[in-house]
C-alpha cells in the first residue's frame, strides 16, 4: 500500500500535499489509527532520535504507545468480523448490500 | 574508598578519570543507586544503575579488594516516571556504551542467551535453518521454492518497558528478491501464523548484503515481546549470520 511519511517519519494515510509517498507492506490490513502512530525510515534514510540516537533505513517502530495502537487495530479487526457476518446473513437473506 | 565517580550532564566531562560514569542528562542527579531491581518510591532526580550478571562494563567498585558492579542500564526518576537515560563508562582511555545482551555469540556468561525456536510464518512457509558456531548463530532461509518464508526467535519474550534501542550485529549472504525483501530484526507481540513481516511492533530489514548493525527504536514499546529474525527464501539463500543482540 501506499503511506505518506512527513519530515520526521511519521506515517499519514493521506497526503495535503507535502508528504513524500512510499510503498510498502509494512501496514497491509492496518487501520488508519494504528498507521499513524508509526514511524516508517526509508532504506537509504537516516532518522536521528531527539535524544541523537540514529537510525538507519529501513526501519519501522511506533512512535505512540503500541499497546494503544494494538488496541485500535484488534477493535478495526473485532468490526470487520462483524460487518463480514453481517453482509453474510443479508446475502443468505436475499437482501443486496449496496457496495 | 569508592573506585568510581558518577558526573551528570549533557556534555561528556572533559579529562575523566578512569570509571567515571556519565549519565547523559539535563535533570539535577538527587542521588544514585546500584539495584538489579527497580527501586521502591523513588524521590525526584535519582538515578537507578540497572545491575546483572554480566556487563561489558563491569568495574571494581572500590580502590582494594573486588567488589564488581555489572551495570547494563540507566534510568532517572524525571517528571514522576522513570526516564531512560544514556550512560557511559570512561574505561582505558574511552567512553564505552552500557547495554544488556540479548545473545552474544560465544559468552555463555550471558544469562539471556537461552536458545532459538525455528517457525514459518507465511503463505509459503517453511522452517529455517539455524546453526551455531563460536562466532554466532546462522539462520537460513529454507524450502522447496522461492518465497518461502519463516523467523526464528528467542524462545521467552524480553520486557522492552523503559528499554530505548535494540541492536543487532549481523552479516547478510546469500540472494534475495529486493522486491519483496522481509529478511530483517523483528519485534513480535506474538508470533502467529500469519504473514510475520505485517504482523509485528518493529522491524529493521536488510537491504544490503554485508557486515551491518540493525538498529530498532523500542523506545514506545512497554511490555513483553519476542525478539528475533525473519528470513525469506530466494534461489538457495540467504543467510543472516548474527553475533550479537543488545538492549539499550
Known amino acids: 500500500m501506499i503511506i505518506y511519511i512527513d519530515n520526521d517519519f511519521k506515517c499519514h494515510t493521506t497526503n495535503d500535499g507535502t508528504l513524500t509517498a512510499v510503498e510498502t507492506e509494512s501496514f497491509d490490513g492496518k487501520c488508519t489509527a494504528y498507521i499513524e502512530g508509526f514511524r516508517f525510515i526509508p532504506h537509504g534514510e537516516t532518522w536521528t532520535r531527539s535524544d541523537g540516537v540514529t537510525f538507519i533505513g529501513e526501519m519501522s517502530a511506533p512512535w505512540k504507545d503500541y499497546n494503544v495502537l494494538a488496541a485500535y487495530q484488534e477493535m478495526y479487526e473485532a468490526m470487520n468480523e462483524e460487518l463480514a457476518d453481517a453482509d453474510e446473513a443479508l446475502a443468505e437473506l436475499g437482501v443486496a448490500v449496496d457496495g | 574508598m569508592l573506585n568510581f565517580k558518577i558526573v551528570g550532564g549533557t556534555e561528556q566531562p572533559i579529562n575523566p578519570s578512569e570509571n567515571t560514569i556519565w549519565v547523559n542528562t539535563d535533570a539535577d542527579i538527587s542521588s544514585w543507586v546500584f539495584s538489579a531491581t527497580e527501586p521502591d518510591n523513588p524521590t525526584a532526580g535519582l538515578v537507578w544503575f540497572e545491575t546483572a550478571a554480566y556487563s561489558e562494563n563491569k568495574f ?3 580502590k582494594k579488594n573486588g567488589i564488581y558492579v555489572y551495570p547494563i542500564g540507566c534510568k532517572q526518576y524525571d517528571g514522576g516516571a522513570w526516564v531512560y ?3 557511559q563508562t570512561y574505561s582505558n582511555g574511552a567512553w564505552k556504551d ?8 560465544g559468552e555463555t556468561n550471558v544469562l539471556t542467551a537461552i536458545g532459538w525456536k525455528a517457525t514459518s510464518g507465511t503463505v509459503y512457509t517453511h522452517v529455517p535453518t539455524v546453526s551455531y558456531s563460536a562466532d554466532g548463530v546462522s539462520i537460513s532461509g529454507s524450502g522447496n521454492q522461492n518465497a518461502s518464508s519463516g523467523v526464528a526467535y528467542f524462545k521467552n519474550k524480553y520486557d522492552l518497558t523503559n528499554k530505548s534501542v535494540l541492536e543487532a550485529d549481523v552479516t547478510f549472504t546469500g540472494s534475495s528478491d529486493n522486491a ?6 523483528y519485534v513480535w507481540s506474538a508470533i502467529s501464523s500469519g504473514y510475520f513481516s505485517a504482523d509485528n511492533a518493529a522491524v529493521a530489514r536488510l537491504n544490503e548484503f554485508g ?5 530498532v527504536d523500542v523506545s514506545s514499546l512497554s511490555g513483553e515481546y519476542y525478539i528475533g529474525f525473519g528470513v525469506r527464501y530466494m534461489n538457495g539463500g540467504p543467510t543472516i549470520k548474527c553475533s550479537e543482540v543488545r538492549l539499550k
Do not use: C, D
Not at chain 2, 552500557?98 to 555469540?105: G, P, Q, R, T
Not at chain 2, 557486515?211 to 538498529?215: A, E, M, R, V, Y
Open chain 2, 211 to 215: 557486515t551491518q548493525t540493525l538498529s
Open chain 2, 85 to 87: 537515560k544514556q550512560a
Open chain 2, 60 to 62: 571494581n567498585a572500590i
Open chain 2, 180 to 185: 519483496l525483501n522481509i529478511n530483517g530484526l
Open chain 2, 98 to 105: 552500557w547495554f544488556e545482551y540479548v545473545y552474544k555469540a
